[in-house]
């Protein structure tokens, strides 16, 4: 007698689960493999110790801002107190250095990320109830309540002078994380390990709840679902992740104020989630990035950076509200129909540059205002390319106005063309 008898192959073979192909665990995995080995190379590309001190602060607020979209993006709930987590978390981190008790620097992060989930989980359990305006208005209250008592015990939290500890305790196997290469190792491997573990939790059922509650709170609650458990759990795990990234910022900064607690950083991550992309695991991603650059890099340049923060913000809100994550894909394909066709080719080049020449024109406009306003009586200079120009002078204005105003043209004329 044969066996399996054929009735029963044929029954198993039924109820076997199909063998999936090996290519889609290969594509899935590839961009995993790129973003690792992005963080690997750009320590070899941009080997400075400035350079390198902006990419960690890179990786820590894709951290943050991760970590806020999984309160705006994912579970639909406005917060206008996401700084109170980042800066417990830095507190956290920064005492235990600070003690000298022996934790390792490298599990640092993980302590101010469990203290940051003990106070979401307090804090939270109230500010979940509701959501929409009035879980925005309650996290709102919390902020202002928890940056308040900071400057009330400076003996905890500093007063305006911070906290301060030296991340340097010793070495071990020849690393102390003094050198910039070794903190920025640090920074990437935590932003690694904390965005594979961010996206993996918007797979789980938890993840998947959330974005129910988030799209219809009363169809979740007819399935069974306690919203306000579910808005409960996703806040305590965006506070977890908060805290990561703010004993991160600690470790790197050696210090930390009571101005982390506050609500302009709060209002920080909530513009830069925005401008990435809320709606796009990779949007605040860019969120990050772009935070950095602007607060950082951008406001080194310019005293105008904030008026060109709020031109973007308004600018993506009337024209793309998915953020710049939501425009990659229309991008994507236009390169690539503009590279398959010569003339097309020529026209997006075209519009390219006329769009460059406006922009050029409008930012040398602003700046020249920005010179004249607040330089002092009799000065108004700064130097531009290697070029001394001077904002009370008549012909910086000219040229500024005449390349604004032939961008603007042309871009016209292309549009009217078609």
């Not at 235990?96 to 804090?123: D, I, K, Q, R, T």
């Not at 932003?191 to 959330?210: I, K, S, V």
């Not at 229309?330 to 075209?350: C, D, I, K, W």
Request: contains cysteine.
């Amino acid at each position: 007698m044969a066996w399996p008898p054929p009735e029963l192959a044929a029954r198993l073979a039924a109820r076997a689960r199909p063998v999936e192909p090996f290519a889609p665990h290969v594509n899935a995995a590839l961009p995993w493999l790129a973003y690792a080995l992005l963080l690997a190379l750009l320590p070899l590309v941009f080997p400075g110790g400035y350079a390198l001190n902006l990419l960690a602060q890179m990786g820590i607020a894709v951290i943050a801002c991760l970590s806020y979209n999984i309160l705006l993006g994912q579970g639909g709930m406005l917060s206008f107190g996401h700084a109170v987590y980042t800066g417990l978390g830095a507190y956290a981190a920064i005492h235990l250095l600070a003690a000298g008790w022996g934790v390792p620097v490298s599990l640092l992060p993980l302590a101010g990320g469990a203290a940051a989930l003990a106070a979401a989980a307090a804090l939270g359990w109230v500010c979940a109830r509701h959501g929409g305006g009035v879980f925005a208005m309650m996290t709102l209250g919390m902020g202002e309540m928890v940056a308040a008592i900071a400057l009330m015990f400076p003996a905890v939290f500093g007063g305006e002078a911070g906290v301060p500890a030296d991340r340097v305790t010793g070495e071990v196997w020849g690393i102390s994380f003094g050198p910039p290469a070794q903190m920025y190792a640090l920074a990437a491997a935590y932003a690694f390990a904390c965005t594979a573990l961010m996206y993996a939790f918007t797979r789980t059922p938890l993840g998947r709840l959330l974005s129910a509650v988030r799209d219809s709170a009363e169809r979740a609650e007819f399935i069974g679902c306690n919203p306000h458990r579910v808005r409960w759990l996703g806040f305590c795990v965006a506070g977890f992740f908060a805290g990561v990234a703010g004993a991160l910022a600690a470790l790197l900064f050696e210090i930390v104020t009571p101005e982390s607690l506050g609500a302009q950083r709060s209002g920080a991550y909530l513009l830069f989630v925005f401008l990435g992309g809320a709606g796009a695991f990779t949007g605040p991603m860019l969120g990050g990035v772009l935070m950095v650059l602007a607060t950082v890099w951008l406001s080194e340049i310019t005293p105008a950076w904030t008026l060109y923060m709020g031109l973007a913000f308004l600018l993506m809100v009337m024209y793309a509200p998915g953020g710049l994550a939501s425009l990659l894909p229309g991008m994507r394909r236009g390169l690539a129909g503009a590279l398959r066709r010569p003339q097309a080719r020529h026209a997006a080049l075209a519009l390219a540059l006329a769009w460059a020449a406006l922009l050029a024109g409008l930012i040398a406009l602003v700046e020249l205002l920005y010179r004249l306003q607040l330089a002092p009586a009799g000065q108004g200079g700064w130097a531009l390319a290697g070029i001394s120009v001077n904002a009370r002078q008549l012909l910086p204005w000219l040229l500024a106005a005449a390349v604004a105003a032939a961008g603007g043209a042309a871009i016209a004329v292309m549009r009217r063309g078609k």
